[in-house]
């Protein structure tokens, strides 16, 4: 995938990255986190942005852990799956703590 061709705006990657998000809550039937993440939407979004501006890289491996992710739930592999998904949310988890990456 060329990425610069396929997300050649930040506002775009956002928007694919939150859409991940709201698929995977809404497949597991995880109502009280798709509830939450609609309400956070906005702010999901500008701080996806920000991440992809100030973490070069970033957005090419977000993709790679959707994949990972995605791979390990259409397998049926739950604990591949939530150790993919703990990974994946510590990176946001420690950007937004200190500040960047």
């Known amino acids: 995938m060329n ?7 930040d506002h775009q990657a956002a928007r694919h990255d939150v859409a991940f998000h709201l698929l995977l809550c809404e497949f597991f039937g995880n109502r009280e986190i798709l509830l939450s993440l609609e309400r956070a939407l906005g702010k999901l979004h500008r701080e996806i942005q920000r991440i992809t501006r100030q973490s070069p890289g970033r957005l090419r491996a977000s993709y790679q ?23 994946h949310l510590g990176f946001g988890r420690q950007f937004l703590l200190a500040g960047s990456c």
């Open 65 to 87: 852990e959707h994949a990972a992710i995605a791979e390990a739930v259409l397998s049926g592999d739950a604990q591949a799956a939530a150790a993919r998904v703990a990974e």
């Open 3 to 9: 990425f610069a061709a396929e997300f050649p705006h």
